[in-house]
């Protein structure tokens, strides 16, 4: 069965990307036929002048990010949405299908207004970001969207957008996605807050060891435990979740919990363990990664193979879409 998903390349990773995100695309490849897209389109609808800058170092590094976490290049197709026209081409088909009112009534366009401000979101491109990722994923025919909750919404108009154009062509050409929920441990930043680079509390992926201890040793923890002395609270503290996400000793957490609770152990001390902890979690992340970031060629042709690859998968569609509308080149032009 296939699959697609895509991330904007409008930063560098951070822990919670991995958590949230790249974690389960890694193990999702093994059971399905998986296709990974850098979103830079979609980038390109709330960063239109940093594009040019800022682009190439993060979709890059995306790429460099993922392959290092353990996504195959063989096994799954690693892509970038703007290397395969048929996005754009499949996009322009769905726009003339799709009610505007869906778009307006997409509640992440209201949230993400207000999030972004300061951004030129007041462009027509921004209000068919729905319709955008619906190309994405119908010109694959992916049947499974892997995606956090935030992105059910968007899931939706997909599917009501392919069920009018079904309806409308009086065809069944494309699928209809569902979404694939992974089970996801919520990391927050340093701060305690999302963890977001607007708010400069990130853990990035691409942060070396010694980044990554000096980051965790300024970690906000439990807000109520103020003396060493205070018993901690594991689960309103920010540190805590990422035992869960970066060790699978259960004996190791629940010695944490425990300890935390009976003041046996002080903040310090575990931030220390953490440390430890995530240090060898990532120790083959760290080897790639470094391996990966000297040898440009080696990422590049990563994504001319991807390219090649959707390419010949989105023109199948596109094929088929056309032919459903009355635009197949083949047959207009014989009589
Ligand atoms: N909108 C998604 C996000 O912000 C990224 C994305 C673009 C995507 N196209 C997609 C996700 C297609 C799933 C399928 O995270
Ligand atoms: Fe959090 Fe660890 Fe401190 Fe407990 S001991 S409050 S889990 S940092």
């Given at each position: 069965m296939r699959i697609l998903s895509g991330m904007k390349p409008t930063g560098y990773l951070h822990l919670g990307n991995y958590v949230g995100a790249l974690k389960n695309w890694v193990e999702l490849q093994t059971e399905f036929d998986a296709f990974y897209m850098v979103a830079d389109l979609h980038g390109l609808t709330s960063n239109q002048t940093e594009y040019k800058e800022q682009a190439k170092e993060y979709v890059y590094n995306m790429i460099v990010d993922w392959a290092a976490a353990g996504l195959d290049p063989k096994k799954s197709v690693l892509f970038?949405?703007?290397?395969?026209?048929e996005h754009s081409e499949l996009f322009t088909l769905l726009s003339m299908i799709t009610p505007v009112s869906w778009c307006e009534r997409n509640p992440t366009f209201k949230e993400q207004k207000e999030e972004l401000?300061?951004?030129?979101?007041?462009?027509l491109g921004f209000l068919g970001y729905p319709v955008l990722q619906t190309a994405d994923i119908a010109l694959y025919q992916a049947e499974r969207v892997p995606v956090g909750k935030d992105q059910i919404p968007h899931l939706e108009i997909s599917r009501e957008i392919i069920r009018r154009f079904h309806f409308i062509y009086n065809t069944e050409v494309l699928k209809e996605p569902e979404p694939i929920l992974g089970k996801v441990t919520k990391l927050n930043g340093l701060d305690g807050r999302k963890m977001s680079k607007s708010y400069d509390n990130a853990i990035f992926l691409r942060d070396d060891e010694e980044t990554m201890r000096k980051k965790v040793m300024t970690m906000v923890t439990?807000?109520?435990?103020?003396?060493?002395t205070d018993i901690g609270h594991p689960d309103e503290c920010n540190l805590f979740p990422y035992y869960l996400a970066f060790s699978s000793d259960q004996e190791l957490i629940d010695g944490i919990r425990k300890d935390c609770e009976s003041a046996a152990i002080g903040c310090v001390d575990c931030k220390k363990k953490l440390t430890e902890t995530m240090k060898e979690y990532f120790t083959e992340f760290y080897k790639k990664r470094s391996e990966l970031a000297t040898q440009k060629d080696m990422v590049y042709d990563i994504m001319r193979d991807g390219a090649k690859r959707a390419g010949l998968a989105a023109r199948e569609t596109m094929e088929l879409v056309r032919e459903a509308i009355g635009m197949n080149s083949k047959n207009r032009y014989m009589g």
């Open positions: 970038l949405q703007s290397d395969i026209a401000k300061g951004k030129d979101l007041d462009n439990d807000v109520k435990r103020i003396k060493r």
